[in-house]
Structure formats: structure tokens, C-alpha cells
């Protein structure tokens, strides 16, 4: 079971993986991503997108600031326009 | 004939030239390294985001679309963006990037539209002011940054909505350089606002995607998104056509200066020898004279 998640910003891809579970600070309050999510779209509002590699894992933050998510057929992808870090 | 001592201040005055045309060559190849490695990483979002907006833009159409994708409803005033490189030493590409625009502007003229400038970069002030002084709305400065990013092309993108929002126009042209090697870079004129329809049907096909808070919010948060990235995009694609083009100008320039060195150098030693063989013949017929 893995989600392919992608983190991208204007100046470069920032993560291309499989991972367990993706959370993600959507506009209209966070929303978890696994594998065979239904087809979604939505705006992101600043916050930390969580990253779990493993299920029960320590998740991994990364703080984003504007953009949006996509899930798709191939996974989770995630537009933002600055990553920290 | 120039006098022996004038020969050696050219050449040494072209040496001094060769070196400089040299580190600037060396020091363009080694930034277009970069600026092409900045350019291609840019790409996945691009990508990315045109694929999100196709599949939007062919859901929210008519009159519920924002009107960054509907435009004004009028096309008469157009507003040509011309990106230019902020320093010379590379070539024609300036040249060439202001007279697509130009030509530009005359087919636009010729049609019977209003045409304004809004220019980036400092090359191009000059030879549009001289055609076209009336005409221009802004020249935004990208030289005070170093590498000019994207925080440079949120600020134009969004004095450029800002400005389509007052109703100054009613369509943008992007006008800046493709890199395509080198040798080759492209000036190319593409439509901005309002933004053209991404062609092709979004990956989703028939899967109902649903949309949070809803179609229309999201297609109005992304359009101004996608002007800026099409800016970025152009601003790194002028930084690697400027050092390609540089690089290109500056080994051409070398090769030059050492060419002009060669002849020089040859004229010099045969003013050199006809001195000396003229003294041998003034001291021979001297003593020959006794």
C-alpha cells in the first residue's frame, strides 16, 4: 500500500516517493490522503503537509505556503507556491 | 604606414581586449550551467499546473468563468509584455527580442488596436522608447536582484492583474526569448491574459473530482497562479538565453581579437625588418660612397 506523493514548487521538485499517508492543510480544514483516494481538488491554505513514510511513523512535517493539492489516478500532488526548508 | 610604436599599442591594446571578451565567455558558460539547470527544474510545476488547469478550464466554462479566462470581451487595447535582459555583451538578442515585439505592435497597429508596452529588463528601454515613447505603461527593474526569481515574477504578475482588473487592457503578450541552445534563442510572442485555454481534455477523464470549496474558487485562485508561473518561466528562460547568447558573442569576440592580433603582429615585424633592411642599405652605400 503506497500513495506517490509529490511536492512541487515554482523552483523545483521538492519530493517524488511513495509514502503510507499524506496530510494535507486544505482550505476548508486538513484532509488525509492514503492510497485509492478519490478523485479530489482542493486549495491549500499555510501549513504543515505531514508526511507518514510507514504506517504508525513519526510523521515528517513540511511547512507550505499557498497552492493547492490534486489527487488523482497517480497519487497525491501538491502545487505550492514556497516550501521552508 | 603606422610608425612601429603605434603597432605595439594596438596590439597590446587588442590583447587587453581578448582577455576581457575571454572572462566574460568562461564566466557565461559557468552561468548557464545554472540558469539552465534552474530552468528545467521550474518545469514539473509548469506541467503540473497547465495539466490542473485544462481539466478546470474545460469543467467551468460561459459566464461563470473568472475573468482572467474570459478576458474583457473587447480586444482592443493591447498590452505587449516585452522581457529583456538587463545587461548587453550578448549578442543580438536584445535586437532580436525588441524587433519581434515591434513587429508585433505594427501587426497589432495595422489591425487598428491600441498597443502599450510594459517592459522587464533594462535593454529594451531604449530602442522601444525611441519608436514607441507615448506608448509605455512600466518598466519594471529586475536589475537590482541578482538572480531575479520568483518573488520578482509574483510582484509583475500581480501589478499585470492588478492593472487588467482597472481595465487599463484588455489583452497581454509575453514577448521573451525560447532557449534553445546556445547558438539559437527564439524570441517568442505568447498570449498572457486572459489565459488562453490549455488545449487537451485534464487526465481525469470521467472520474467525478470533487472540488473543495468548489470549481469556480479554485480556477480563480489558479489563474493568477498560472500568470505567474508563465512570468517565472519566462524570466529563467531570459536568464539562460542571455548567457547562451553571451557565451556565443564572446567566443566569436575572442576569436576575433586573436585573428586581428595574428595580422598585426605579422604587419609589425615586416615594418620591423623594412626599417632595419633600409639602415643596412643606408650603411652599406655610405661605405661603398668612401
Redesign the interface.
Known amino acids: 500500500m503506497a500513495l506517490h506523493f509529490e511536492l512541487v514548487t515554482p523552483a523545483k521538485l521538492v519530493r517524488s516517493e511513495e509514502v503510507h499517508m499524506v496530510v494535507v492543510p486544505g482550505t476548508e480544514g486538513e484532509f488525509g490522503v492514503l492510497e485509492g483516494h478519490a478523485p479530489f481538488m482542493s486549495t491549500i491554505r499555510d501549513g504543515e503537509v505531514q508526511v507518514y513514510k510507514t504506517e504508525g511513523a513519526a510523521p515528517e512535517t513540511i511547512e507550505v505556503r499557498g497552492g493547492f493539492a490534486e489527487v488523482g489516478d497517480k497519487g497525491l500532488t501538491v502545487l505550492a507556491e514556497h516550501v521552508e526548508g | 604606414m603606422a610608425s612601429l610604436k603605434e603597432l605595439k599599442g594596438r596590439i597590446n591594446s587588442v590583447k587587453s581586449t581578448q582577455k576581457i571578451t575571454k572572462a566574460k565567455q568562461m564566466v557565461a558558460a559557468a552561468k548557464l550551467r545554472r540558469a539552465q539547470v534552474?530552468a528545467e527544474?521550474?518545469r514539473?510545476?509548469?506541467e503540473?499546473?497547465s495539466g490542473?488547469m485544462a481539466s478546470?478550464a474545460s469543467k467551468v466554462s460561459g459566464d461563470s468563468a473568472p475573468k482572467l479566462l474570459r478576458g474583457t470581451g473587447s480586444d482592443k487595447r493591447h498590452l505587449l509584455v516585452v522581457v529583456n535582459t538587463d545587461k548587453g555583451l550578448c549578442g543580438g538578442l536584445n535586437a532580436n527580442i525588441v524587433k519581434a515585439a515591434k513587429a508585433k505592435a505594427r501587426a497589432l497597429t495595422a489591425e487598428g488596436k491600441d498597443v502599450s508596452f510594459y517592459l522587464i529588463g533594462k535593454k529594451g528601454r531604449a530602442p522601444i522608447k525611441r519608436d514607441y515613447a507615448s506608448c509605455i505603461a512600466k518598466h519594471f527593474d529586475t536589475s537590482t536582484v541578482r538572480n531575479p526569481?520568483?518573488e520578482e515574477?509574483e510582484q509583475i504578475a500581480d501589478d499585470l492583474i492588478e492593472r487588467f482588473e482597472k481595465g487599463e487592457f484588455d489583452v497581454a503578450h509575453l514577448v521573451y526569448p525560447i532557449f534553445k541552445s546556445a547558438l539559437a534563442q527564439d524570441p517568442t510572442v505568447d498570449q498572457l491574459i486572459p489565459v488562453p485555454s490549455p488545449e487537451g481534455e485534464g487526465?481525469?477523464g470521467d472520474?467525478?473530482?470533487?472540488?473543495?470549496?468548489g470549481e469556480e474558487?479554485?480556477l480563480e485562485?489558479?489563474l493568477p497562479?498560472y500568470v505567474?508561473?508563465q512570468l517565472?518561466g519566462a524570466l529563467l528562460e531570459r536568464e539562460a538565453s542571455e548567457q547562451g547568447a553571451s557565451m556565443t558573442a564572446m567566443d566569436n569576440a575572442t576569436r576575433n581579437a586573436g585573428d586581428l592580433i595574428n595580422k598585426l603582429t605579422i604587419q609589425y615585424n615586416r615594418s620591423r625588418q623594412a626599417a632595419i633592411t633600409t639602415e643596412l642599405i643606408e650603411i652599406i652605400a655610405g661605405a661603398e660612397a668612401l
Open positions: 534552474a527544474a521550474a514539473p510545476y509548469a503540473r499546473l490542473v478546470l526569481g520568483f515574477a487526465d481525469s472520474a467525478v473530482v470533487e472540488y473543495e470549496p474558487e479554485i485562485e489558479l497562479r505567474k508561473t517565472f
